[in-house]
């Protein structure tokens, strides 16, 4: 009979030297980005407590950005590669660049994603590549989740890594306080340091890779 030689721990694949280490030698460069840009919209509240709450951990350094304000145009470039691109696409795709984690914030929309992410996608390419990439969602009774499984095939394409736990938030309405506060702020914290812990865990494992490449 055929024995493996694969260990455990190399099925599994041994943590980063930086996890190990039990801190990064520098935080986690992670950009959140707010989708949804209607009028109105809840979005801001989880994503202003997100951020919040990665701002409270020394292993990432957090930077935003709300789709609402980025103005990307609608409609994509055209097959010229010499086109120059928008100010407002270069801006931001100079920062999906830099980012070393991203995480999207996103409703659910007739049981998928929002045409402004999409869109936000769809303007970049190797911006995204080799990304752990986050999910915080919000909506009826199923938080969305609807809308982040949609999302997971085209960030493949990316070639991102999207991470297991989802930071959703179901019946949203119930979820935040008159001020943005979680109703349940322990149960929160909890899931959001899970969430974060995943992310890092990635963020670190791709630093690393990149690093060994480049030697
Ligand atoms: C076009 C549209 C479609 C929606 N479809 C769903 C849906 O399929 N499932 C759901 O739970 N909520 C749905 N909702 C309700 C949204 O979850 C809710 O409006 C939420 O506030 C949207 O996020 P936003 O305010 O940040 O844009 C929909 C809302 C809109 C505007």
Redesign the pocket.
């Known amino acids: 009979m055929a024995t493996s030689s694969w260990t455990a721990s190399v099925a599994l694949g041994d943590p980063p030297e930086e996890v190990r280490a039990g801190r990064p030698s520098s935080p986690v460069r992670t950009l959140l980005m707010t989708a949804?840009i209607?009028t109105d919209?809840?979005?801001p509240v989880p994503a202003a407590w997100v951020a919040d709450h990665a701002r409270q951990r020394a292993d990432l350094d957090l930077e935003t950005v709300d789709l609402a304000q980025a103005s990307l145009p609608f409609v994509l470039s055209g097959n010229d590669p010499d086109e120059p691109l928008p100010t407002s696409v270069t801006t931001l795709g100079s920062r999906l660049a830099a980012a070393e984690a991203v995480v999207v914030v996103t409703?659910?929309?007739?049981?998928g994603y929002p045409a402004s992410l999409k869109n936000a996608i769809d303007w970049f390419d190797h911006e995204w590549a080799r990304t752990p990439v986050g999910f915080v969602s919000?909506?009826?009774?199923?938080g969305?989740v609807e809308a982040v499984e949609q999302l997971r095939p085209i960030f493949v394409e990316l070639r991102t890594m999207t991470i297991r736990p989802v930071l959703s938030f179901p019946n949203f309405w119930n979820c935040f306080d008159a001020h943005g506060r979680p109703v349940d702020p322990d149960g929160a914290a909890r899931a959001a340091d899970a969430f974060f812990d995943e992310l890092v865990w990635w963020a670190l494992t791709m630093r690393q890779a990149r690093a060994e490449v480049s030697q």
Do not use: D, I, L, W
């Open positions: 949804s209607r919209r809840f979005g409703p659910v929309y007739n049981r919000y909506g009826g009774r199923t969305g």
